[in-house]
């Protein structure tokens, strides 16, 4: 892998807002909802691998996200409507590694509650509206299973286009790329 992108501060990016959603950088008060939403069986379903068996292992992912946070200045957000202290999901972008390069990955898991309101497309659409007013130089991917037809969905109306020939194994199967814009041709 390359070496790490500079890491860059923006603090408008710990709190985004969408004509439905607020966006918000988790902390502490978060582990309730990160912890029951990935030990939901049914929202992990295509990412089993996914699945915390205990809190330490909510606590131990809270902490990764925050170090993200802390060195660039962005990551993941939880995800509530304006009029609602109910987390629906998490959606955001962290710097992973690809083919030894490093890009910002497009994450967004929410409730089975909230699934068919479109609020993963709507707060992945402000990820990677965030993503390319903040980071234009960046690739953003979103690794998604053949038969998650709805993340495929949402990859979409993020703006991502899909790109077979970055197709590659995942922890739990076969990924398929989706990537920002004219980016899918590397």
């Avoid at 205990?54 to 131990?60: G, P």
Wanted: with cysteine.
């Amino acid at each position: 892998m390359t070496a790490d992108p500079a890491p860059t501060r923006d603090a408008g990016a710990e709190e985004l807002r969408t004509g439905r959603l607020v966006l918000r950088r988790p902390g502490p008060e978060d582990l309730d909802a990160i912890f029951a939403l990935h030990t939901d069986a049914e929202a992990c379903a295509h990412n089993p691998s996914d699945l915390l068996e205990t809190r330490k292992d909510a606590e131990l992912l809270l902490l990764r996200w925050s170090h993200q946070w802390n060195r660039y200045g962005f990551g993941y957000w939880t995800v509530r409507r304006h009029d609602s202290a109910e987390t629906l999901g998490v959606c955001g972008v962290k710097i992973v590694g690809f083919r030894r390069s490093p890009v910002l990955n497009l994450f967004y898991r929410f409730f089975p509650s909230s699934w068919g309101s479109g609020y993963a497309g709507e707060a992945a659409t402000a990820a990677v509206g965030w993503a390319r007013a903040h980071r234009p130089d960046d690739l953003v991917i979103a690794r998604v299973r053949p038969d998650n037809v709805a993340s495929q969905r949402v990859a979409l109306r993020a703006g991502l286009v899909r790109a077979p020939h970055l197709d590659t194994s995942g922890e739990d199967g076969i990924d398929w790329l989706y990537v920002s814009g004219n980016d899918h041709e590397g």
